[in-house]
């Protein structure tokens, strides 16, 4: 399994890593960590995805926050190229709480940040 020190460079900030463990604590699963991928679809082309994981996958880079608290964050490589220069982070509006992911490769994406393409 690499690690993220040799992967594109891909940010985990702390409020992201805290608030995935706190989901893994409360489906039971403590120990879990995120996955983050892409995929095609959504309404721009790709979109992103978030699961709970017990373990990484042999190929994936596993990132943290940077004080090393909060769950690890799991990224396959071939979504690891489509998010190379990104931040994961946690957003809390008044419409609701979600993971956002800030991609400058991203040229566009839809209303609700689930979906992006590129240029």
Do not use: K
């Not at 463990?21 to 959504?42: F, K, W, Y």
């Not at 809390?92 to 839809?110: D, K, M, T, Y």
């Amino acid at each position: 399994m690499p690690d993220g020190l040799n992967a594109p460079s891909f940010r985990v900030t702390a409020r992201a890593a805290a608030q995935a463990a706190a989901i893994a604590a409360r489906e039971g699963r403590p120990d879990a960590g995120l996955r983050v991928s892409v995929s095609a679809g959504g309404c721009s082309g790709f979109q992103y995805g978030f699961e709970l994981e017990d373990a990484p996958a042999a190929e994936d880079h596993v990132f943290g926050a940077p004080d090393g608290n909060g769950a690890r964050i799991f990224v396959d490589p071939v979504s690891l190229d489509l998010l190379a220069g990104s931040e994961l982070d946690w957003n809390e509006a008044l419409i609701g709480a979600h993971f956002a992911i800030r991609n400058p490769q991203a040229v566009s994406g839809c209303g609700c940040g689930a979906s992006f393409s590129l240029g």
